[in-house]
């Protein structure tokens, strides 16, 4: 394996850890706020549903960009690599 190859599966795997870090991130912060929101509506009798659902959607869509983010990041670093390598490959010997 060429020193390229071993540098963007290093790269790789960082951007793929990255993107499950986000993912599980996202998947404990909506967890948690759905916890909250229940324990408000019961002591609120349902009374601040509208604000918890209100809040919940504002998390769950900053989640979800967060999320697309990651993934447009490792989409772009895969892109990035593979011009690289292109360009890697093209260069004249030296010698």
């Given at each position: 394996?060429?020193?390229?190859?071993?540098?963007?599966?290093?790269?790789?795997?960082?951007?793929?850890?990255?993107?499950a870090a986000a993912d599980e991130q996202g998947d404990?912060?909506?967890?948690?706020?759905?916890?909250?929101?229940?324990?408000?509506?019961?002591?609120?009798?349902?009374?601040?549903?509208?604000?918890?659902?209100?809040?919940d959607g504002a998390v769950s869509g900053a989640v979800?960009?967060?999320?697309?983010?990651?993934?447009?990041?490792s989409q772009k670093a895969t892109e990035a690599a593979?011009?690289?390598?292109?360009?890697?490959?093209?260069?004249?010997?030296?010698?």
């Amino acid at each position: 394996m060429s020193t390229f190859d071993e540098m963007k599966k290093k790269a790789d795997d960082l951007v793929d850890k990255a993107v499950a870090a986000a993912d599980e991130q996202g998947d404990k912060i909506a967890a948690a706020l759905d916890k909250v929101a229940d324990t408000i509506d019961e002591k609120t009798g349902g009374g601040a549903s509208a604000v918890t659902a209100k809040v919940d959607g504002a998390v769950s869509g900053a989640v979800s960009h967060a999320q697309s983010a990651a993934a447009a990041a490792s989409q772009k670093a895969t892109e990035a690599a593979g011009t690289l390598k292109g360009a890697v490959a093209k260069k004249p010997e030296e010698g």
